[in-house]
């Protein structure tokens, strides 16, 4: 969605871009997202004025909010159904930490207050409201959007050096880079600087996955607004035509967690006579301050520019890295730019956890290992997958890649790699 976006209002602008796709448009992440467009991203404000101040949040939270206003321009045009919902973070039992949000939020203008959850099926603490929120049908927006716009799928860039891009179609000349490939991988993208590459932006250092899972149900009663649970291991809920979409299960890529049984458990004993009619799972980069790395891919790459870490907030992310790299691009001032640079400090609890589980794995005496860095891959019983639980990639029992950071294939009956540069 982020390169959809970017590609949109680079057209608008009148420059001369091409977007490309390796599959095909919004086969990937977005596919699989809950489709929520809202400026509430958890109980997030409290927190971010405690690490970044209240000024950064401030913009933070301003350019969520420009982002959903610009997304219901857009969809004014889009038969993408478009509807404006209230949004709820709720809390089980702390109602205290609903009082803390409430009190980062005054001031902010955005109308938030404190309310009860009676459309929930359990009891609550109470939950935080966001009025005026939005929710869409994602892939029929995009399928607008992405109409007269200059698109070439199944052109997986293979190779990345200087100004050229290198495709199995041929070779594309730049002078500007956006890299919206969910985890970006490391640049210069080349057999001789591949390493050297990695540790250019560290954002195998600055970034982990997560994986989310989600089932629509069918004669469950509907909800108006869009909830999410405070807590990471809660459950999130919203309708979208006659199906309930129930969200939850989720744990870090290669970690064991609920998965969809947890979800089936709990339709189970909250709606009895619902009917599961799909599931899906969605999988998130995680940033060390939960705000997303949005501008230039780092210090030494001043052509090249980065939207990654979305932190599972994907659609208004998307939003935020279309208006601030299009300004980039076009090299004017933006207000968010700084807020959300990708060289802002590391100095973050989560730097350390993140290294300590990649030297865990790295050291693991497994066969089966990730061809990104080398750290040991874990078997996924719930999805048959073999997972990294360093920085996210996947594969398929056969070896074959489903989720990056890791550009090539693996084996899966030994250790060594398949496959080229990609």
Known sequence: MAGILCARFL??????????????????????????????????????????????????LEANQSAVERYADLCREADCDFERRDSYVYSRQDRDKLERELRALEGTGVG?????TVE?????????????????????????????????????VRELGGNTAVTDHGRVAFRKLVMAVHFPVGLPLSPSYRFRGRLRGLYFLKMYQHRSYAMALKDAPLVRGMYVDESRTGMSFRSYGDF?????????????????????????????????????????????????????????????????????????????AAMILTDLVLEKETPYADVFRPSRSVLRPQLLANGCEAVVNILSPVKKRCPHMGCALRWNAEEHSWDCPCHGSRFDREGHLLENPSNINFKSKGSDVEGGEG
Not at 140 to 149: M, R, T
Request: charged fraction near 20%.
């Open 11 to 60: 057209q608008e602008a009148g420059v001369d871009y091409i977007l490309l796709e390796g599959d095909t448009v919004c086969s990937g992440v977005t596919g699989n997202t809950t489709a929520k467009i809202t400026s509430q991203h958890g109980l997030f404000y409290h927190k971010l004025q405690k690490t970044v101040g209240r000024e950064r949040a401030g913009i933070v």
């Open 112 to 116: 938030a207050e404190l309310t009860e």
């Open 120 to 156: 929930l099926p359990f009891f609550t603490a109470g939950a935080v409201r966001f009025p005026n929120q939005a929710q869409f049908h994602p892939l029929k927006f995009a399928a607008h959007i992405v109409e007269g716009l200059k698109v070439y799928e199944h052109t997986f």
């Open 244 to 320: 309930l979409l129930l969200g939850g299960g989720g744990h870090r890529t290669g970690k064991r967690g609920g998965g969809w049984r947890e979800l089936s458990r709990l339709a189970a004993d909250l709606y009895p006579g619902a009917v599961e009619a799909a599931r899906w799972a969605a999988q998130d980069c995680m940033t060390l301050d939960g705000i997303p790395y949005i501008g230039r891919y780092s210090r030494k790459t001043p052509n090249c520019f980065v939207a990654t870490g979305f932190n599972k907030w994907g659609m208004t992310s998307s939003m935020v």
